[in-house]
T-cell receptor
């Protein structure tokens, strides 16, 4: 099992460009999450999907959209990138069938917006 | 979810037990204590969690005080690979939604 796979690992964008961060998990998990981490800070939740077909806003959703394409895949889209979105983005998943499950994280996407 | 307070940084000698404290004085009766760690900008890794009883697994032990207002994560024999940022998180168990709120954690440095 690969666990949680994120692509790309690194990306540089110009202000105003758009891009989609991809995330896939092979653990048959129900819930998936997108977090961002700025330098020296903890992770902040952007969006999450409690189950296939549902998505909800987290703490910092502005400037992002998400798609839960199927049970395996959860993508994060930046429609018009801004320098404030320079960050490391982490995708995570959890089984979410008992209410106190642990999260499994991907290795992250380092995004720079110039 | 209850707020947690952790020291900003700690050092521990290699081979010794690392004891990482966490204060969560406003914790509610149905909130769990979770510990994750993040090694050098990798994705966070789950370590352990508990409600009120002490817990132990292959990675660590979690000691929760009787009043549940604080806890300690114990790495029994710290190695250099345990150098990481450790996050203490408290949250209510919620079906279908395990979202976590991360603080800034404790930066643990294992000294050779």
């Amino acid at each position: 099992n690969a666990g949680v796979t994120q692509t790309p690992k690194f990306q540089v964008l110009k202000t105003g460009q758009s891009m989609t961060l991809q995330c896939a998990q092979d653990m048959n998990h129900n819930s998936m999450y997108w977090y961002r981490q700025d330098p020296g800070m903890g992770l902040r939740l952007i969006y999450y999907s409690a189950s296939e077909g549902t998505t909800d806003k987290g703490e910092v959703p502005n400037g992002y959209n998400v798609s839960r394409l199927n049970k395996r895949e959860f993508s994060l889209r930046l429609e018009s990138a801004a320098p404030s979105q320079t960050s490391v983005y982490f995708c995570a998943s959890s089984k979410a069938d008992r209410g106190n499950e642990k999260l499994f994280f991907g290795s992250g996407t380092q995004l720079s917006v110039l | 979810d209850a707020k947690t307070t952790q020291p900003t940084s700690m050092d521990c000698a290699e081979g010794r037990a690392a004891n990482l404290p966490c204060n969560h004085s406003t914790i509610s009766g149905n909130e769990y204590v979770y510990w994750y760690r993040q090694i050098h900008s990798q994705g966070p890794q789950y370590i352990i969690h508990g409600l009120k009883n002490n817990e132990t697994n292959e990675m660590a032990s979690l000691i929760i005080t009787e009043d549940r207002k604080s806890s300690t994560l114990i790495l029994p024999h710290a190695t250099l690979r345990d150098t990481a940022v450790y996050y203490c998180i408290v949250r209510v168990a919620s079906f279908g939604n395990e979202k976590l709120t991360f603080g800034t954690g404790t930066r643990l440095t294992i000294i050779p």
